[in-house]
């Protein structure tokens, strides 16, 4: 069986347990954070190359490296489209 990975999660909170099974469907058109943690996670983990998240989804190495910036700086509330914004105009 698959080992388990580790959703990034804000500073503070415990990891939130990722399996490989929970990977958002390829054909995944709304990315809400969750979803774009999940991949980054995924990466992160192992469970997926940079190379093969980016095909699987679609995704841009730029795209999917300023999902991984986000969580990096801002846990999943970095990765709302609605405060993209804000987050950039604070570096």
Known sequence: MASIHHMPSKAGRAPVPLAPFEL???RTQ???P???AQVVAA???GALSLDEACSRYALTVEEFL???RAIDKH???GLRATH???YRAAR
Do not use: T
């Open 24 to 26: 958002p469907e390829s």
């Open 30 to 32: 709304r990315w809400v």
């Open 34 to 36: 969750r979803r774009k």
């Open 43 to 45: 990466v992160q983990g």
């Open 66 to 68: 300023s999902w991984q």
């Open 75 to 77: 846990g999943l509330a």
């Open 84 to 86: 993209a914004q804000d």
